[in-house]
């Protein structure tokens, strides 16, 4: 059994900023690929950005230049870093890992960014 444990989320004013952490935890090995996706209200679950078990990270254009994602293996968590933050992208930011052939979800948490 694998958990997935969220936190940063909160509201900000346009312009700030906010790092979400995912803390992965249970029966693991190893993890592959790390990553986060968000859903607004009324729209569907897209990935905002993700990194391999190598370092390769690859991002929505919507976040390129503003999101960063970055992961430390031993704690088995990973980060993304969210500057000049816009009332688009408010949304539920879930985390997403890959390992052992199976994909995990966190429980999701709230981004809101006021304008």
């Known amino acids: 059994q694998v958990q997935l444990v969220e936190s940063g989320g909160g509201l900000v004013q346009a312009g700030g900023s906010l790092r979400l952490s995912c803390a992965a935890s249970?029966?693991?090995?190893?993890?592959?690929?790390m990553g986060w996706y968000r859903q607004a209200p009324g729209k569907q679950r897209e990935l905002v950005a993700a990194?391999?078990?190598?370092?390769?990270?690859n991002y929505a254009d919507s976040v390129k230049g503003r999101f960063t994602i970055s992961r430390d293996n031993a704690k088995n968590t990973v980060y993304l870093q969210m500057n000049s933050l816009k009332p688009e992208d408010t949304a539920v930011y879930y985390c997403?890992?890959?390992?052992?052939?199976?994909?995990?979800w966190g429980q999701g948490t709230q981004v809101t960014v006021s304008s």
């Open positions: 997403n890992i890959n390992t052992m052939g199976r994909y995990y």
């Open positions: 249970g029966s693991i090995f190893s993890i592959n690929a």
């Open positions: 990194i391999t078990s190598g370092g390769s990270t």
